[in-house]
């Protein structure tokens, strides 16, 4: 059970109410005046909304088909299925620089053959992101759908949604419940499912000019198919989106962190990174089986000061439940503020939050076990690797900063910065880091999903899978459709399915806008870009062709010496002849990198 903090000092605890009622006091404002200039947009966006569903329509029997992994997107949902070894990827968006896409696909991932297929289902909710998933097993199966937005394709205005769906695994069919009393129409929020009931918390809700977040918490009941909204007592969470929430065995939920800004004046808004953490427990909840429904309870909010090595600040991070009565969360992004310009630093970091401990820890990778580690560390340090990944022991060294390049197939060079926390030392095996050093060495390098933000996250069979998500270099986005996944058992190494394509990362300046139109069936996203793609593989591999080979067990630090002309000859024709040397060099040898690891 989860230790529940006394109760603070009645003086802090009355200026703290007066915050937060404060905060409720003004969001209710907020809500009234954002919902008067919001239902002109969304009026605009329902006629746009209803063309795609005309097209939907014309879906009248459910086709599956194998199929390419999907296009690169973010802000989807991704679930395991209760009963089978799939995957399932619903909605989600893609700006590629000028044009915002949204999706309302359903695709299947199977573990076992390593292999994806789309679901043409009629009759689907109509396209969306930033919405909110969650199975259930009864009936086969179910999949659960409540809320998120849909932006025109300038990204200019927002329709969020607040109707709720349910897609039958079994029979693969939609359904939409249509029922009142529920929250509001929102994006951002979080669901989870918790003794037979749905509990979604928070969000927002954003105009052209204004948005509001929330703080309320609703209850879906799953048998009875109504809404609640419960008005728990005591303090709870400032209003916010994309927190981390999740359900303890005993029926209770803990909520983590999160984002949400302010207006401080015209036009100047201020963010803030939550990282304050709370209980919303269900008083009398899992003493007796099958009695009241949740929403009867008395719902408390109580603040958690958990122990151990907290996430450092963030927003975009993506959540799941592990093993072991752990839920996690993985990756995410700080924004700071450079002169008049924000630069993000991406993270793909895994921290996990012990439930019966109330206490975080930060995941660390192991690395493969060799056959001769194995002999020299016995039975006992084999026992003790099987474990999470966990760092106990001494308190943290300082965070890593870990630069890496990705050239793009236009010759773009992404810097991505990587902040990971340090291995902290583990002072019953100190007397094996030769031998951990010796393992990892033997090994290789590492493979690792690339820093990003608002990827989508599942779990099955204790194995996480990450896939897509987004980082920014500049003013650049760069949308990914990569596919991970980690044994959290053994925490040893990350293993790659799906390679991230260079090829998918189109861009388009604002200059280019006029080239583009905007028609309808661009929206559909997944296979339109395919037919160039064949011509462009063609020329790459031409091109290829005549890039320096790597040799017979030759090193990088050979290899770029021996081809470092050829490759500054490269990226100077790629970057014109005013491009800095510095630059040049940079682009050049980033190049060779990229060549060379794609070789060996």
Not at 460 to 488: A, P, W
Not at 502 to 525: C, I, M, N, R
Request: hydrophobic fraction near 30%; glycine fraction near 10%.
């Amino acid at each position: 059970m989860l230790a529940v903090p006394q109760a603070e000092s009645m003086g802090k605890k009355s200026k703290k109410e007066k915050k937060v009622k404060g905060a409720e006091k003004t969001a209710a404002k907020m809500e009234k005046k954002v919902s008067k200039r919001a239902k002109k947009e969304e009026e605009d966006l329902e006629a746009l909304i209803a063309e795609f569903q005309t097209l939907d329509a014309k879906k009248t029997q459910i086709i599956e088909t194998a199929c390419p992994p999907p296009s690169p997107r973010l802000n989807a949902s991704l679930s395991a299925h209760p009963e089978r070894d799939e995957l399932i990827l619903f909605g989600g968006e893609y700006f590629n620089g000028q044009k915002t896409f949204l999706y309302n696909e359903l695709y299947v991932y199977n573990i076992r053959k390593n292999s994806w297929s789309k679901a043409d289902i009629p009759n689907p909710p109509p396209r969306r992101c930033a919405h909110q998933a969650a199975v259930v097993p009864q009936g086969g199966g179910q999949l659960w759908v409540f809320g998120g937005e849909f932006a025109s394709p300038d990204g200019e205005q927002f329709y969020h949604y607040k109707d709720l769906w349910v897609l039958h695994l079994a029979t693969k069919t939609w359904e939409q419940i249509k029922v009142t009393g529920g929250p509001s129409g929102r994006s951002g929020h979080r669901m989870v499912t918790c003794k037979r009931q749905l509990i979604v918390f928070g969000g927002f809700h954003e105009s052209a000019r204004d948005y509001v977040y929330y703080n309320d918490v609703y209850a879906f009941n799953l048998d009875t198919f109504t809404w609640t909204k419960l008005s728990p007592s005591g303090i709870g969470p400032a209003p916010r989106s994309g927190c981390q929430m999740a359900t303890t065995p005993e029926g209770n939920i803990i909520l983590y962190g999160g984002y949400s800004k302010q207006r401080i004046k015209k036009d100047v808004d201020k963010g803030t990174l939550h990282t304050d953490m709370f209980l919303l427990k269900a008083e009398g909840v899992g003493k007796e089986e099958g009695g009241l429904p949740l929403s009867d309870y008395k719902w408390v909010w109580n603040r958690l000061s958990p122990s151990g090595v907290k996430p450092t600040p963030r927003s975009g991070f993506s959540v799941a439940i592990g093993p072991n009565n752990r839920s996690l969360l993985f990756g995410g992004v700080h924004d700071e503020e450079e002169e008049e310009r924000i630069e993000g630093d991406f993270f793909s970091d895994i921290y996990f939050y012990d439930m019966g401990k109330n206490r975080w820890f930060p995941g660390q990778l192991k690395g493969p076990k060799s056959e001769k580690k194995k002999r020299r560390r016995g039975k006992k340090a084999e026992a003790e690797g099987s474990g999470d990944g966990e760092a106990e022991g001494q308190s943290p060294q300082g965070p890593m900063e870990i630069i890496k390049e990705v050239v793009a197939e236009d010759g773009t060079v992404m810097t991505i910065k990587q902040v990971v926390s340090a291995p902290e030392v583990e002072p019953e095996r100190s007397e094996s880091e030769d031998e951990e050093e010796a393992g990892d060495e033997a090994s290789g390098q590492q493979v690792e999903p690339c820093p990003r933000s608002n990827a989508m996250l599942a779990v099955k069979h204790g194995v996480l899978y990450v896939y897509g998500g987004m980082f920014e270099v500049g003013d650049r986005q760069f949308t990914l459709n990569d596919l991970y996944s980690i044994d959290l058992h053994k925490m040893e190494e990350w293993k790659v399915l799906v390679e991230m394509d260079p090829k998918t990362q189109e861009w388009l300046e604002e200059s280019e806008s006029d080239e583009e139109g905007d028609d309808v069936e661009g929206a559909e996203g997944g296979d339109e870009e395919a037919e160039e793609d064949s011509d462009e593989e063609s020329e790459d591999d031409e091109e290829e062709k005549q890039h320096p080979s790597v040799q017979l067990d030759e090193k990088y630090t050979d290899y770029l010496p021996r081809t470092e002309q050829y490759w500054i000859k490269l990226a100077r024709h790629n970057m014109g002849p005013d491009a800095k040397e510095k630059k040049v060099a940079k682009l050049a040898h980033a190049m060779a990198k990229t060549f060379y690891e794609g070789s060996v």
